[in-house]
């Protein structure tokens, strides 16, 4: 109710601060009788945008259910103790933190960083999750919904590290997309999903589309396995896959792969590159230029639970 948020709000202050992102803050809280740790998110109501991020994030994970999807507890309107008023919106808390501070430790301060690298098995479950949240999105739920903004800081890890898909402030239902307002949103706000994992046609004026959260994952599954942002130098420095082929990617994610992380738990005889061939390849195949030629989210799925029953 709004009197246990304004209670759990009000212990609010920087020891209990998870992080601060593109519209608002994120602490963790204790709600009173409760004994699962929540994350709230105090909106900062001065940025252009978060209203709209507001509502586009309530639209859109209000009637939606996936094991691989943040769960969205409750959003509500409060009155802080100096009486300004804020929003806020309620998640369940994922211990392990993003999926973007395991691929990149080296640029977080130490106490936020993981003990240990992700095993090939564990970033292949992962991208599995993602894939499957995108499938349910996209095809399976109520109404087909856009995420519009995949990458790895949007993937939060559960204490198991089960992938939850985050962030639905630009997200659209596409049967209510009303294209001129989402581009009057976007060009106000100046956002427009992230460089390196927005689809090439976002840039040209492309209406918001499943294809395009094909294109993000597919970039996102190519940084799982390469530990390199689409922004390296690994992928032609300018977040273009063009200078690396089918056939050259893999053998450039064995050069660099640590590949003693890499073999845990692989099946003797089966070799880490054919593995690594077949899951980047379905990354590719999700990073065609043309929307149309991208895979469909259930195929990757289907893809890459086949590679990972086949080597694991
Ligand atoms: P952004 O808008 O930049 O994507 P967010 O506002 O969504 O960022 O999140 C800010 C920080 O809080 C990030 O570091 C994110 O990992 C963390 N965070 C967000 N939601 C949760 C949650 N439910 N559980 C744990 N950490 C979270």
């Known amino acids: ?41 105090v909106l900062n109501m001065q940025r252009r945008g978060a209203m709209k991020s ?73 991208v599995i999750d993602v894939a499957s949240v995108l499938d349910y999105l996209h095809v399976q739920c109520h109404e087909p919904i856009a995420h519009c903004d995949l990458k790895p800081s949007n993937v939060l890890l559960d204490s198991d590290l089960t992938a939850h898909v985050s962030d639905f402030g630009l997200a659209r239902l596409l049967l209510k997309f009303d294209e001129e307002s989402f581009f009057n949103q976007l060009s106000s706000s100046g956002v427009r999903g992230t460089i390196g994992y927005a689809a090439p046609e976002y840039g040209m004026g ?37 200078n690396y082929t089918k056939s050259s990617l893999p053998e450039r994610v064995l050069e660099i792969a640590d ?30 230029d043309s929307p149309s030629n991208r895979l469909a989210m259930s195929e990757a799925v289907k893809e890459l639970i086949s590679v990972r029953e086949k080597f694991f």
């Open 206 to 242: 492309g209406q918001p589309s499943i294809h395009g959260d094909v294109y993000s994952f597919g970039v996102l599954l190519l940084e799982v396995f390469t530990g390199k942002r689409p922004t390296d130098e690994l992928f032609g420095g300018n977040f273009t896959l063009h």
């Open 259 to 288: 590949k003693s992380i890499y073999h845990n738990g692989l099946r003797v005889g089966f070799p880490i590159s054919e593995c690594l061939t077949l899951v980047l390849d379905v990354g590719l195949r999700c990073c065609e």
């Open 1 to 41: 109710s709004y009197g246990d948020i304004r209670n759990a709000t009000d212990g609010f202050s920087s020891s209990n601060l998870i992080g601060s992102g593109s519209f608002g803050t994120v602490f963790k809280a204790l709600l009173p009788g409760e004994s699962n740790i929540v994350a709230v998110k």
């Open 54 to 126: 507001f509502m586009a994030e309530c639209e859109s994970l209000k009637d939606t259910r996936h094991r691989n999807l943040v769960r969205l507890l409750t959003a509500c309107s409060s009155i802080d103790f100096q009486g300004n008023e804020f929003k806020a919106l309620i998640y369940e808390f994922m211990p392990s933190g993003s999926l973007d501070v395991w691929l990149h430790p080296e640029e977080v301060e130490e106490v936020h960083r993981p003990l240990r690298t992700l095993t090939l098995l564990e970033r292949l479950n992962i």
